[in-house]
């Protein structure tokens, strides 16, 4: 008899919570952030029922994670369960995922272009037409597939220790300054959509030759941006070309000696491309979570956690970066990647590896 | 009750036997078992590499079938050179580890050096550090030029110092990570070395020295080339070393062009498998030459009474010995817990001068206290310390399975089996993942996504590791201690479980703390298999490294020491406490 | 069972044991068919209520002495006071009833013998097994566990097979002995018989240290008796199972203990021969002896060396004591 009125009290206080939950959750106004309504209350009711989202990430988890917070805050009703890896891990997961017809994914982020091109072919990515969508740019977005969920610049950094007066850089040019030989960071075409990128822009404003006065500085290939950020904050290397979210990572939140250059020419800017997955378990909470992702609030949370850089014009620099359009982002629209794709990682490897 | 009637038969009625269980449900189990977690994986691998389309979840098109994979491994113009390093490297550091090795093994278990228990205890602490956060403990310390020891060093004014970026460097490390499994090999054989035959050759008139090299040395040779074996595969695939400290150095690896392979977009995952069977065809290899060098000598000395070891008594010179042996254990096992232990309580780790290093100003415990907060860290460590639980338990019943079916039967195939058990350390743990991804994925029960998947990728990765712990001992095991209770009316299972398991509890709890900081300590296995839910403590370490928080990275690595610290220590106490009451 | 080590003594123990499966034919205790390779019968070894003592004694060293001797019984779930009771009678019949508690690995290897032989019959099984039991011991421990054996057996009236390749040790233990050799039975009988009849050379040579050598046989049966002569001139007057056809070459086999040396001739048949070496023994003196230019053994007993090297002497070989084994034609 005792036993059985315990089940039941623990029975209803679990009901309470749940339905607590619930009623916390599906307050309709949530879904206004910051004046931009980021879906029905449909949509919400429906999130709250699936209770979850699995959000694929190409970025860190731990970053993730806090990010995901403010997302949680707003919509306790759904939990994200984080799951970060490098993008061609990633690719591969989803792929034999989908293969096996065991879908995991609801919402996935990474880093390259043209892996996303194959998911759409291949009929494994689901329409999706955010509320923000206007405020991405076109080169930002595939409309009613993919979103530039977030971003990051390649620009060259030094060591403020070691490079001094009139050794410092101003510019991508001064890379190949001969006092930096054997001291500069750098890295192959191989390492992904990111590095790719790069050595687009570098090849489309300075041409092939600048790669091989880059060769000859004999740089040290790092096949990660956080080595060549370490390598350089701790004074091994001078100078060296990394990701603004790595390089911020070590200026801002651990003091390293760093100093990022805002060249004239600009810097490439990077999509981590999000979009939504067909067939998935929870497809109103992804669509919920990609949509306040795209928020200026969502953006807000990626850029001030990460330092990372967003494709919306109306999203505040992390503080300690500049603004966006100071950096004069440049970047090539999904189609011209797709169609440059091969030849130039072709063309760079022939030079550079 | 007359005599017969007791004696006839222990189990009244038909019963099933040991013997037709064991043929009828056990062997095919058995088989089975062997066959998914172990071959089909790797056989997805080696058929990855041979087809233009990955494999996944078991879809294979078989008009797909190419040789290109690895024509294009090979006609990288870098491959040769990334092969000579990676060759290089591996058998400079082999040797290496085997002379640190032998020569700690040997003070510890034939000398009178002073402080040789203490020895014993400290030289396998190194495994207790991730070579990933090995790696970077040394980065710390010996990076040429804000390491802490040529800061030090030069702040005396001297020019120079020491630079880890560099193949010297990277095999310096390669031998303190690795001369352990050295270590621990070979005092095991020494322990179980007939000393009669030492004094034998020194009643002879043989010197010491001539004693060591002539008679100790090529009685533990087979444990000795075994273990060396164990090291060199394990160093032609470590991955964590060389991406931390080769790069920089402009020295190319294969274990880093993997990773670059399968990591970075596009994943070239089916000339990553290429690369991966041709480190399964070297290890393969290499395991062969090993048994025809150890089957060619008979080694019956090594037997299982226990004669008491044979103790060089040395004079002054053994506090010479000792002072050596203290020197190495400081350098591989305080320096780099020191480095660790700064780097987790200094405000920033970007100094270049002495006094910046040494300034005590910003010296904090917040990022332990970040740590403690974090619920990822609290939840990653029971999730690792369930997956340790899982791997021990499963693994050391198939272990001994395994072991027992090798040394203990006539089984036909078991020495397919012998091999079949070796094969996982040779595929690198960077594409092992990938092969239980697409292998076990469609098995439907439900794996995918649970701790359980990652439980079972350890247990077939650490097969080979686990399976020779306890083999080792069960060989021991006098086949009449096992007959003598079959014959007094013991059946299969009763003689397992009261004769043949209690002996061989040294070897089975070696397995099992081996298995443990093994499955603590495992990175690249777990990057295809877990989820948010079943996230492990190394891979929150990876993502730290990766995203550039190095103290935290620090931070995480000294939980993980203390925890792995922690299970050896209670290990050592335990086997010590099973030995003493055996 | 008796024979040099690799005559398959050791496997046939275990065949009968259950620790190993034959390829054929079959196995019977007791009129019970323990293996039968038509019926496909196998029984396994802990069904077949054998007791076994093994060579190495293999008494498991996790456990006491009491719960090595206690082990058959709680395979049988036998009740515990009974296990008490049973395991005390056991070990008070190998005399180490003060030993019960003590760590077996602390044991002496004479004591762990006894351990292993309680262990082996404390269950009462229908059959006890012994491997080369003894041949760990020292000289002196091993007489003495001999005679203990022998009265422990005859005493508990078990039915036991030994297996060794000491002849000395078969001869004083077993009402019969097996001798094999290559894998096969070459000889089942009485020690007697076997010392007093072999039936083939090898027999001879293997339990004894018998003086043998070749002959021709040269006359027919007289008296049950034949004479054969050496190539070397010997002219011997033997027995055989058998008349030997006159022809025959036949290996003549004579135990020294059976010969006697005397300083005088004794009859006709005494030969007169020179000592060409002597060894005191204590016990008994074994002699040299120079016989138409072949030596020839002959053991005295008693305590007093008659004879010196050199010497000369009578040999008397008793009427009978020569023994015939025709050669075979492909030994």
């Not at chain 2, 491959?79 to 550091?93: Q, S, Y």
């Not at chain 2, 510890?108 to 400290?122: A, C, D, H, L, Q």
């Not at chain 2, 000795?224 to 074996?229: K, Y």
């Not at chain 3, 390779?37 to 070894?45: G, H, L, S």
Request: charge should be neutral; include cysteine; charged fraction near 20%.
């Amino acid at each position: 008899m005792k036993l059985r009125s315990w089940i039941g009290l623990g029975l209803s206080a679990a009901l309470l919570a749940t339905s607590s939950q619930v009623v916390l959750a599906q307050n309709a106004d949530a879904l206004n952030v910051e004046g931009e309504q980021i879906g029905t209350p449909e949509l919400l009711a429906a999130a709250c029922k699936e209770g979850q989202v699995v959000y694929y990430t190409g970025q860190s988890d731990a970053d993730e994670r806090a990010i995901v917070k403010t997302f949680e805050a707003r919509f306790p009703c759904v939990k994200v369960s984080v799951v970060s890896a490098a993008t061609g891990r990633l690719y591969e997961r989803v792929q034999t995922e989908a293969q096996a017809n065991q879908r995991y994914v609801d919402v996935l982020m990474f880093s390259d272009e043209v892996l996303a091109a194959k998911l759409i072919e291949a009929g494994f990515v689901e329409d999706w037409m955010p509320p923000s969508d206007a405020a991405y740019g076109d080169t930002y977005k595939v409309k009613g597939k993919w979103y530039a969920g977030s971003g990051q610049v390649m620009y060259p950094v030094y060591n403020k220790n070691l490079v001094q007066g009139d050794d410092i850089p101003k510019g991508w040019k001064d890379l190949a300054n001969p006092k930096f030989k054997g001291k500069f960071g750098f890295f192959p075409i191989s390492v992904g959509g990111t590095s790719w990128m790069t050595y687009a822009f570098l090849i489309d404003r300075f041409g092939e030759d600048f790669l091989k006065e880059l060769k000859a500085q004999q740089p040290k290939m790092f096949t990660t941006y956080n080595t060549v950020m370490l390598n350089l904050a701790r004074g091994e290397s001078e100078i060296g070309v990394s990701s603004s979210v790595n390089e911020y990572v070590v200026r801002v939140k651990q003091n390293a000696p760093v100093v990022p250059v805002h060249p004239e020419e600009g810097v490439p800017f990077i999509k981590m491309v999000m979009m939504q997955m067909k067939g998935a378990k929870n497809p109103n909470a992804g669509e919920l979570f990609g949509n306040w992702y795209l928020s200026k609030e969502g953006q807000t949370s990626v850029v001030n956690v990460r330092g990372a850089t967003s494709a919306r014009l109306d999203v505040d620099a992390a503080p300690g970066n500049p603004p966006l359009a100071d950096l004069k982002p440049w970047a090539l629209s999904n189609k011209e990647m797709v169609e440059q794709y091969e030849a130039l990682i072709k063309k760079v490897e022939a030079i550079i590896i | 009750m007359t005599a017969t009637d007791i004696a006839g038969s222990p189990r009244e009625g038909w019963r099933p036997t040991g013997r037709t269980i064991a043929q009828w449900v056990f062997f095919p189990l058995f088989f089975l078992t062997l066959l998914t977690l172990i071959l089909l994986p790797v056989l997805i691998l080696v058929l990855g590499s041979f087809l233009s389309e990955p494999p996944r979840a078991l879809q294979i098109d078989l008009g797909g079938l190419t040789l290109n994979n690895y024509r294009e491994v090979i006609a990288d113009p870098e491959f040769l050179l990334m092969l000579a390093n990676t060759v290089k490297a591996a058998v400079m550091g082999t040797l290496g580890a085997v002379f640190v090795g032998i020569v700690l093994a040997w003070m510890v278990s034939r000398t009178n050096v002073p402080g040789r228990k203490f020895i014993e205890y400290s030289a396998v602490l190194p495994m207790m550090m991730p070579p990933l956060v090995g790696a970077f403990a040394w980065d710390i310390l010996g990076s040429p030029q804000s390491g802490i020891l040529n800061i030090l060093y030069r702040s005396t004014g001297l020019e120079g110092g020491i630079n880890l970026y560099s193949m010297a460097g990277i095999c310096f490390v390669f031998i303190i990570y690795y001369s352990p499994y050295v270590f621990l090999f070979t005092t095991a054989a020494l322990k179980n070395a007939d000393a009669s035959l030492e004094e034998a050759a020194a009643m002879c008139g043989a010197g010491r020295l001539r004693v060591v090299l002539q008679i100790t040395l090529p009685l533990v040779l087979p444990a000795i080339l075994s273990a060396a074996l164990m090291v060199l595969v394990l160093l032609i695939e470590i991955f964590a070393i060389p991406a931390v400290l080769a790069e920089t150095a402009h020295i190319k690896f294969i274990s880093v062009q993997i990773w670059k392979m399968i990591g970075f977009a596009p994943p070239k995952v089916n000339q990553a498998s290429a690369l991966g069977v041709m480190l399964i065809t070297i290890t393969i290899v290499l395991v062969m030459v090993q048994h025809k060098l150890t089957s060619k000598q008979s080694f019956v000395t090594v037997s299982g009474k226990g004669s008491r070891p044979r103790v060089m008594e040395f004079g002054g010179i053994r506090w010479l010995f000792s002072g050596i042996a203290f020197t190495y254990l400081m350098i591989a096992v305080i320096l780099p817990y020191f480095a660790l232990l700064f780097i987790s309580t200094k405000g920033s780790l970007f100094f270049s001068t002495a006094s910046q290093m040494l300034d005590t100003s910003d010296l904090t415990l917040d990022y332990f206290r970040e740590a403690m907060r974090d619920p990822i860290i609290t939840h990653s460590l029971i999730n690792t310390l369930l997956v340790c639980a899982g791997t021990v338990v499963i693994g050391v019943v198939l272990y001994f399975a395994i072991a027992y079916v090798v040394h203990k039967t006539a089984l036909r195939g078991r020495r397919l089996i012998d091999i079949i058990s070796v094969i996982p350390i040779a595929v690198p743990g960077l594409i092992i993942g990938l092969g239980y991804l697409w292998s076990w994925i469609s098995i439907p029960i439900g794996l995918y996504g649970t701790l359980m998947i990652i439980i079972l990728a350890y247990v077939s990765q650490f097969t080979p590791q686990g399976s020779r712990a306890i083999g080792g001992s069960l060989i021991q095991i006098h086949k009449e201690l096992e007959e003598s209770s079959r014959m007094c009316g013991g059946g299969f299972f009763y003689t397992m479980r009261r004769v043949v398991i209690p002996l061989c509890m040294p070897g089975i709890f070696a397995a099992m703390v081996l298995l443990l900081v093994l499955s603590f300590r495992e990175l690249a296995t777990a990057l295809f298999l877990y989820t948010a839910k079943t996230q492990v403590f190394s891979l929150v370490m990876l993502d730290m490294w990766l995203r550039g928080s190095t103290n935290y990275v620090a931070v995480l690595a000294i939980f993980q020491v203390s925890v792995l610290l922690v299970i050896y220590i209670a290990g050592s106490i335990l086997r010590q406490r099973s030995d003493r009451s055996a | 069972m008796l024979g040099p080590s690799g005559c398959g003594k050791t496997t046939s123990l275990r065949l009968i044991a259950g620790l190993e499966k034959p390829d054929g034919g079959s196995i019977t205790i007791n009129g019970q068919d323990i293996y039968d390779a038509r019926t496909r019968t196998f029984v396994p070894p802990e069904s077949r209520g054998i007791g076994m003592m093994f060579q190495s004694y293999a008494i498991w060293p996790h456990m006491t002495v009491f719960e090595n001797v206690a082990y058959p019984l709680r395979v049988r779930r036998v009740r515990r006071a009974e296990i008490a009771e049973r395991v005390r009678a056991a070990l008070g019949i190998v005399g180490l009833e003060s030993q019960m508690e003590r760590p077996a690995t602390l044991l002496s290897g004479g004591q762990m013998q006894r351990v292993a032989l309680a262990r082996a019959i404390v269950f009462e099984p229908q059959l006890l097994l012994f491997d080369e039991p003894l041949s760990n011991l020292d000289l002196k421990l091993r007489e003495r566990l001999r005679l203990e054996l022998k009265d422990l057996v005859s005493r508990t009236g078990l039915t036991s097979i030994y297996v060794t390749h000491d002849q000395l040790e078969a001869t004083e233990l077993a009402d019969r002995i097996v001798v094999m050799n290559g894998g096969h039975v070459v000889q089942i009988g009485t020690p007697e018989e076997l010392y007093r009849a072999p039936r083939t050379r090898f027999v001879a040579e293997f339990i004894s240290s018998a003086n043998i050598f070749k002959a021709t046989v040269d006359s027919a049966r007289a008296d049950g008796m034949q004479r054969a002569t050496t190539a070397g001139g010997r002219v011997i007057r033997g027995v055989a199972d058998a008349e030997i056809a006159s022809g025959r070459e036949v290996d003549v086999v004579i135990h020294p203990e059976d010969c006697l040396l005397t300083q005088d001739a004794r009859d006709d048949d005494s030969i007169s021969v020179v000592i060409s070496e002597a060894r005191y023994q204590g016990t008994a003196t074994r002699y040299t002896v120079d016989w138409g230019g072949a030596p020839f053994e002959v053991a005295m007993q008693g305590t007093k060396s008659h004879f010196a090297k050199g010497g000369s002497a009578f040999l008397c070989i008793p009427k009978s004591r020569a023994r015939y084994i025709p050669v075979e034609a492909s030994a």
